[in-house]
């Protein structure tokens, strides 16, 4: 029998279950720890009735496992931490389930690979006041539904699981898995709208879009489709940029140095002798798709384009990169270490 005590892995599970409503099992890859101790206890509270199981097939027929709270696991959380229990039951972060509606399951799990990747790259998630001061000076996360429930604004068209603030700058989170995401812009322009008009919104501007998948190999996929101007997913012709990143240790550190306002300044300490080609080293270091896409020539593109001559990314970021260079730009490679450093400054 598991012993469910406060700050044990176990009881922190079931709080991050109660928490985004519905959990993938397929997440658990991501969750801190081995895997295969962390997938061990999730056995357990299911055989054990705290977690609740259930299957069912995806749009591409692939089984999906989806765990939620049973009503002996809420008992205890209520015994042992009433404050995350009353959190848990306001529903503020999500809805308590998805209702046995496999689209509305498959939204859940989306907004919680977001929310588990905003909270490993240290922002500030517990809804209230406190959290709108704390915008201002470190990094937070809204999910969507949070934000919809809070403000009364609701976008269902929209594809974002939640948004990210710093200072004075918002970026939309979206989950893709590993696949592509079909992709409505004046939709999305709408959700972006309707935070601008919101509290959360007040003298901040959208700064980007950040996209979040399992793996860099679907980087590949992502821009040899988005430069199809036709292309019915997500295209790289729109006003704000749009980061790629993942959601194993490299991407959660990728994450941090996307929405942190100085790293350009770090970068620039660090890597002095790039000084003349920030922006550049910048966009491809930080991995912007709409830069990104230009070492990439389409085989149905005919026009005479300037294409970059060479570039700079990080080691994890070049294999995917050597897939999609087919310009013959010379890919130079920066150590990830340097991600380490302007992180930790």
Known sequence: ????????????????????????????????????????????????????????????????????????GMEHIQAESPAHAELILSHELSPSSGQGDWKKTLRLHRSAACFLAAHQAGAYWVPGEEKD?????????????????????????????????????????????????????????????????????????????????????LAESLVTHGVNRNTRMIHMETELPIYYTTNDQNGIKLLRAITEPATPSRLYRKLPQLADHLHDFTEGLLFDLQYVSEYYQSPRDHKFRIRPAYGYFFDFQMDVMRKINNTNAQLYQIPDSVLDEIISQ
């Not at 704390?134 to 594809?159: I, P, V």
């Not at 959700?191 to 860099?216: C, K, M, T």
């Open 1 to 72: 029998m598991l012993e469910l005590k406060f700050g044990q892995r176990g009881l922190k599970l079931l709080f991050l279950v109660g928490f985004c409503g519905e959990f993938p099992m397929s997440l658990l890859a991501r969750y801190p720890g081995y895997y295969d101790y962390n997938r061990r206890i999730v056995t357990s509270l299911v055989r054990e009735g705290y977690l609740k199981e259930r299957k069912f097939r995806d749009y591409d027929n692939h089984i999906v496992r989806s765990l939620s709270l049973t009503k002996k």
């Open 133 to 217: 001061e704390c915008g201002r000076t470190q990094l937070t996360y809204y999910g969507a539904y949070e934000f919809h429930t809070r403000f009364g604004m609701d976008n269902k068209g929209s594809r974002a699981s939640g948004i990210m603030v710093r200072w004075n700058k918002i970026y939309a989170l979206y989950f893709l898995g590993d696949h592509n995401m079909r992709w409505a812009e004046a939709s999305e322009e709408y959700f972006r709208d309707q935070v601008l008009y919101s509290p959360i919104g007040q003298e901040r501007y959208f700064a980007g879009n950040i996209l979040i998948g399992n793996e860099w190999a």
